[in-house]
């Protein structure tokens, strides 16, 4: 709970701070986090070893009027569960990129400053610890492609000149398949008009759903609630969709499932819409019928 609030109190400060459109932010220059990634992670468990290499996932968005981006890594470290929470902004007073970290082993959250230098994004911290002697933590950011990059885990104690490398993770872009049938520009039956692509889903004209994972085997998507939307604002989304025969010109419909959640998690498994019955398989109502425009 005590996580939660941080957390809920560190997004609120960026989103005041930002002042609205006014804000110049160097954001832009990240988007090529933004989605779904698949992890090799690297970590060392004492200062000579041994090592523990595990594979995990992870997901990057865009919040707060987008002057936020939040990662969520699931993994493991010693076969237990793991999760890193990250937060990025950019400071336009001081020109710095700012870097919040919280993982679940320690539950301690370390705020880094940091800049970027042509493919590489570097953030600092000084850690002083409770007997007062300090060591320099650093996370460095290297940018393969746009669809590769690495983030490595070094320290430097004091007394000493050189950094010492404790963990690196591998990120690859993962790329599912998104049926074509479903992108594009869409009206259902009552109208609403929709604007659909890999990462955003726009319920005209202002409702935008960030989408974090497309499950094509199940057909469902999974979103983050914008924190502009005029409802439910920054929780979480279960839309379900099906294919439909014999009704052009509608060739699919949805149902948007749950749509309050607190966590992704709960957004995937609180609820589940019935294909079997479309007429009333949305919650005891019809999916909604999506025509070309």
């Not at 709970?1 to 160097?26: G, R």
């Not at 990025?88 to 959250?109: C, R």
């Not at 970027?116 to 600092?124: A, H, P």
């Amino acid at each position: 709970m005590l996580y939660k609030l941080i957390l809920t109190a560190i997004i609120n400060f960026f989103t005041i701070s930002s002042f609205s459109q006014e804000v110049k932010t160097q954001l832009p220059e990240l988007n090529t986090l933004i989605g779904n990634w698949k992890v090799i992670s690297e970590k060392r468990l004492s200062a000579n070893g041994p090592w523990d290499t595990s594979t995990g996932r992870s997901s990057f968005i865009l919040s707060a009027a987008a002057t936020l981006i939040e990662e969520d890594y699931k993994g493991t470290l010693e076969g237990k569960r793991l999760l890193i929470r990250s937060l990025i902004a950019y400071d336009h007073f001081k020109q710095k990129f700012q870097k919040v970290f919280l993982d679940s082993e320690h539950g301690t959250l370390i705020d880094y400053d940091g800049y970027k230098n042509k493919d590489s994004l570097v953030f600092d911290k000084t850690w002083v610890y409770p007997a007062g002697n300090t060591v320099k933590l650093r996370k460095l950011y290297r940018f393969i492609s746009k669809d590769e990059f690495t983030v490595e885990d070094l320290r430097m104690p004091e007394g000493t000149t050189s950094w010492d490398l404790s963990g690196k993770m591998k990120y690859k872009r993962v790329n599912d398949s998104v049926p074509s049938m479903l992108k594009g520009n869409f009206s259902d039956d009552y109208g609403i008009k929709y604007t659909i692509s890999d990462t955003l889903w726009l319920q005209q004209p202002n409702a935008r759903y960030h989408i974090i994972k497309w499950d094509t085997i199940n057909q469902f998507i999974l979103a983050r609630n914008d924190d502009k939307n005029p409802s439910e604002a920054g929780l979480y989304t279960r839309i379900d969709y099906m294919n439909f025969s014999n009704m052009e010109p509608y060739l699919w419909g949805f149902c948007l499932t749950v749509y309050d959640a607190k966590t992704l998690e709960e957004a995937e498994t609180k609820a589940k819409a019935d294909r079997a019955n479309p007429r009333k398989g949305c919650g005891g109502f019809p999916f909604s019928r999506m025509k070309r425009e």
